[in-house]
């Protein structure tokens, strides 16, 4: 979500961006974007977004994690394939989907993991523990 700081500075997504004064903008977008939202920037999307799916969160964060708008990652999507993903990768997209969910994920299911879908159920089964 982006801040107006009483700098005139805008905290969001990308970092911060100046945001000049008296321009009359107002923080809509992700910071970055500042003037105009982009469809496809998980930052601009989030804004005012009071509540996310699962399906919808675990999307966002596999996009914001290897670089893809979030209208590119879908559930039949493969990681290594589709999404070059690599071992580091998956290592680093685990991290974060048990920071943002509070779950623990096992490395044997990590290893079963081949698409998108796969990452939407496995997030879903330990969450329902």
């Not at 690599?86 to 991290?95: P, Q």
Request: proline share 4%; net charge negative; charged share 30%.
């Amino acid at each position: 979500m982006a801040i107006l700081h009483d700098t005139g500075h805008l905290y969001g997504c990308h970092g911060t961006t100046r945001v000049p004064p008296g321009s009359g903008w107002l923080p809509v977008t992700c910071g970055y974007h500042w003037r105009n939202a982009d469809p496809g920037c998980a930052g601009c999307m989030n804004i005012d977004k009071k509540e996310e799916s699962m399906d919808d969160k675990a999307i966002r964060l596999i996009a914001e994690q290897c670089g893809y708008k979030i209208e590119e990652v879908t559930p039949e999507k493969i990681l290594e394939g589709d999404l070059l993903m690599d071992s580091l990768d998956m290592l680093e997209l685990v991290m974060v989907l048990e920071d943002e969910f509070v779950i623990e994920i096992d490395d044997a299911e990590v290893e079963a993991v081949k698409t998108v879908g796969d990452v939407i159920a496995l997030v879903k089964r330990i969450s329902s523990k």
